[in-house]
């Protein structure tokens, strides 16, 4: 198996880990509360968080990266280990237990009731919020709690069951499913659907869920209708609408299982999703094409941890993204002219006065009107016995892609990293007059403009080595020497933060930054470019990393971890990654250290590591010598030039998941001439570019889980850096405006590529 075939096949293990249904989806899992403590029972989404109750083992609140942020089990008031059911009240949160209901107010103080308050039973089947008040099901009757007040419904007051097994707000009425029919709760009135009154085919609903649409194209009116889905235990999908039950054709298909566990539907994308004891399904109605589609998901063909889906959640979000830079019919941007033209030769011409700019930029707009674009962003959360797991599906249009806009060229700038936050912010070095080392992007006008206010701490050294960004989305900068550090732009406030050793940080020479989930990770070079350390940010204060595993040797000056600078820090899950200059990479586990070097691991091509990238547990380590791989015990060296990449010195690595699709995710690679953008086919550039080199003759990877395609096609542009640099024909069409390139980052819009000749900015 030679060198490239051996890439492709951890490339394609890397684009393809987490295969699902067509909508391609991120699947992260969730932390149970122990090893034998996997069973979940019921899951909310709470804006980025989760919350998943499970059986025996309490309720555990994660954040948008799968990390626990907070348990609750019996111990700290819960009525009991076994969370049944969740909902949301305003700021407060509903617990459902097997052995009671809990209200937790947003401070964390804790209400609870139990029969010794007036419930039925303590076994909570299903909660919801409705009119107001809280709902809780029960197996002896539908508990409504307005305050402290509660009201039982039950069979004498017109449920179709005392045993309430599903509840779901409507505009129509609390809908409640129970074992023997359904019905619509209005007020004191229970408008109750059995087989006796209304020809229900199927008696015991064990799911229920409400949309409001127009009807698909059957000739009936468009007027937008109400519709009432129900989950059976045994028979299946069952819908009723304007007073009676509408069957389903056999062209319609379905879930693919007639016992229906869960149902939720989301607005933003027209989807009802469908939990079953053999999978998931989701129903994509489309109105105006008149069909609807499925799509299925297993734990064959998914991150799902079972095929037996207990309970689900599912909130979507609609974000609209403002567009200033419109193209023309020829997919050229608009916006230029006027000194906002980002084409260097125009910017030279209109800064030596009197001059027009060059014939081929079009004329900038008076008035630049945004085109909307909407991203749609969806959120789901599946609860198995075999423990929970998030879908994340992100998916926004493009356009313009192959076009080149350049940025603070020809002006001996080096960028020497970026970051994304509320705007783009680009870090030079010289600095600019006076010791401006930050440039913001202004959308509006297209181009950077130096950030107005000074850091106020002057004896900070402005010459920055490393741009980066922290988790809260503020640009942080750092610098060498003795009046380096760190210099963080607090820009909402407009303030800046420097930290140096009374922060904890005690080597000032800051050499690379990591935003690492919640925290902030800072490499450092050493007093004397001859040792590095790496340094968390958390609450204000730096802590050096552990030097557990560490040798302690006379190669490594004063109390630093390496006997070399850290040149990049990456992280994944619980695992630190940090390559030296020139003693290879560390990586830290949480507990403790190991090394790889050239010497010990054959397969590294060389000990001074340039750029890192990680993915689902496989490393790619970018060197002069080019581009070498790690999976599990299998490793590899690339020489890049073989995709057309102008140099094998890997500079710079990103994974580009903009639209969380594994068919479409994207390999950047950064070379000291130029990038190179590697994919899949079904992410070929659909709106311009080069013209891809295709590979399609690579086998079956032994890496692979399960049963991947035969040949496995690989598309791959290449852009040299500008040959040309300094000099008046720098276009953005031609590329690249420098050659080296030191960083690249992704917006939802652009991939942005700085050089040692100012920047570029690459609309996907």
Known sequence: MNRLTRFLFSLFLILHSAVSCPASPTWMPLEPPAPDTRRALSALIDGDDVWIGYEGGGLVRCDEWGRVKLRLTAEGKLPGNSVT?????????LIGTSDGLARRDEFGAMKVYTTDNGLPDNGIT??????????AGTMKGLVRLRGDRFDVLTEERGLPSNH???????????????????????????EAHTPERDGLAFEWISAIAYYRQRPLKTGMSSA???????????????????GSYIPYAPDEGGPGSTWITALAWQQNTSQLWVGTREGAAIQNLIPDLGGNLWQSISARDSGLPSDEIIALAVEGRDEAIHDYELMNASGLPQLRGSGSCPCATCTLLISAGGKKACPDCHARPPVIKPRTIHRELTWAVFCTPEGAARYTHREIPHIGQGNFYAYLVNQGSDVVGMADASTVWAGIRPPAFGGGFLHAFNRTAARFEPWPNLPSDLSFNPQITTLGITPDGFPVAGSAGQTGGLALLDSQNDVWHYFRARDGLTDTNVTTTFRDATTLLVGTGGPAGMSGSVFRLQ???????????????????????????????????????????????????????????????????????LSLAVKRGVLYVGTKKGLDVFAGDQAQHIDVTYYGCYSNEVQALLFDETENDTDRLV????????????????????????SPVIVDSVMKPMLWPSDPPQTVPVAAWSWPGNPNVGMLDVCPFDGLPGNRVNALIIDDLSLWISTDNGLARLRK
Request: a neutral charge.
């Open 224 to 242: 937008l209708e109400d519709w009432v889905v129900l989950g059976t235990a045994g028979g299946g999908l069952l819908r009723w609408s304007g």
């Open 126 to 135: 299903c909660l919801v919020a409705h009119d107001g008040a809280v709902f």
């Open 85 to 93: 059911a969740l909902a949301k009240l305003d700021k407060e949160l």
């Open 539 to 609: 609450d204000g204060r730096f802590e050096r990393l552990p030097s557990d595993g560490l040798p302690s040797t006379p190669a490594v000056a004063g109390n630093a971890l390496f006997p070399s600078p850290v040149t990049v820090i990456r992280a994944e899950a619980d695992r630190v990654y940090v390559g030296t200059k020139s003693s290879g990479i560390y990586i830290w586990n949480g507990a403790t250290w190991t090394r790889m070097n050239s010497l010990a691991t054959k397969a590294l091509s060389d000990d001074e590591i």
């Open 667 to 690: 390999f950047w690679i950064g070379t000291a001439n130029g990038i190179t953008r590697l994919s899949l086919f079904q992410a070929v550039m659909q709106h311009g570019g080069k």
């Open 164 to 190: 309430v097994t599903a509840l779901c707000s409507s505009p129509l009425g609390l809908l409640a499913a129970t074992t023997k029919g359904w019905a619509v709760i209005r007020g004191d009135a229970i």
